[in-house]
């Protein structure tokens, strides 16, 4: 790899890593990690902020599947 492909690597796991924590903290920042929450009892806020790294993992996970498997949005089916 050249110094500038390199650089835009770096610089895309940044981004990345800022968005992530950004969804994780701040967006479901009202949710812990092992809370199983009943969809029905969603405020209008928290269906809002679920919807909203829906939307932000689409955009950077294209392939469906993949995006299913490290989604920070889990559903029990």
């Keep these: 790899m ?3 492909t ?4 770096k610089q895309i796991r940044r981004s990345l890593g800022e968005l992530y924590e950004h969804m ?5 920042g009202w949710m812990t990690p092992e809370q199983f929450v ?6 209008p806020e928290q269906e809002d ?4 790294v829906m939307a ?3 955009e950077w ?3 469906p599947e993949l995006r ?3 989604s920070l949005v889990q559903f029990d089916d």
Excluded at 6 to 9: G, N, S, V
Excluded at 38 to 43: C, D, L, S, V
Excluded at 49 to 52: D, E, G, M, P, V
């Design 2 to 4: 050249d110094s500038k």
């Design 6 to 9: 390199t650089a835009y690597h």
């Design 24 to 28: 994780e903290n701040g967006l479901l």
């Design 38 to 43: 009943e969809t029905e009892n969603f405020t």
């Design 49 to 52: 902020s679920i919807f909203a």
């Design 56 to 58: 932000i993992e689409e």
């Design 61 to 63: 996970v294209l392939d």
């Design 68 to 70: 299913r498997e490290i």
